[in-house]
């Protein structure tokens, strides 16, 4: 039996955050900001929005687009680490505004490597054949562990939530190969107290090392090469960051996803976010390998090679 994504959504706020907005909250300027993350802007969500409510218009969209509903699910996995509060989840949260009534529900904090993470724990599930459908809903509402006087980390990070419906695909597709890592000595590099607190250059040396060194693992272990990639979807962090692994992969420009400039980190919601982005677009298309990578705090990463389509 093989796992794959068999619905995809996303939800993004309303309100842009541009870097000339910026310009005005704190000592930056727009070109210093594009050139060294790519970012041009972001979304923030109003106060009266929540991270369960990103959640839940992404899982609304990805369970329509799977053509089930939510009483089909059998478990909801979020990856997020800005929960509405410590407890309940934001999958319990889910679980009730859904109706999905027979799933169990959870999150996983493992940061921006977050969605990369529930979708190997689904594919466990439903390729043992224990459920038959997994939501898993990246999401984080990051403007509030954001110090908007940090110059350094308030121009990075924008709110959103990309949601996925992981099920049986036809043979050959779906996940093929995965790496889930962590490195626990490294977490002092990027962690939250009141706010969220980077080490940007310790941070960029371990994600272009690692980033690059899990996109060629995933492939290696699924018997395929570099030549075979389609499409290459990052987490959306630093476009010099993503550039190092689409070099890695001997990959043109066009076959990687580039959404940061519109949206910033989103954290466990850019991949999800960019590959409905892609879709869009008629980048990605039916039958095609795509490698997804990703890192955070933790430090954690993971990465995923999948043959899209059911």
Known sequence: MNA?????GRCLPEKILTNADLEKMVDTSDEWIRTRTGIEERRIADDDTDTSDLAFEAARKAIENANISPEDLDMIIVATVTPDRPFPSVACILQERLGAVKAAAMDVSAACAGFMYGIVTAKQFVEAGTYKHV??????????????????????FGDGAGA??????????????????????????LYQEEYIIMNGREVFKFAVRQMGESCVNVLEKAGLTKEDVDFLIPHQANIRI???SRQRLDLPEEKM????QKYGNTSAA???????EELEAGKIKDGDLLVMVGFGGGLTWGAIAMRWGR
């Open 4 to 8: 794959g994504i068999i619905g995809i």
């Open 257 to 260: 996803s580039k959404t940061i």
């Open 270 to 276: 850019s991949i999800p976010i960019s590959i409905v």
């Open 242 to 244: 993503m550039e190092a």
């Open 135 to 156: 939501l898993i809903v990246g999401v984080e509402k990051l403007s509030k562990v954001t110090d908007w006087e940090d110059r350094n980390t308030a121009v990075l």
């Open 164 to 189: 996925a419906v992981i099920g049986q695909v036809s043979e050959g597709r779906g996940i093929l190969s995965f790496e889930l890592g962590a490195d626990g000595t490294g977490g002092k590099h």
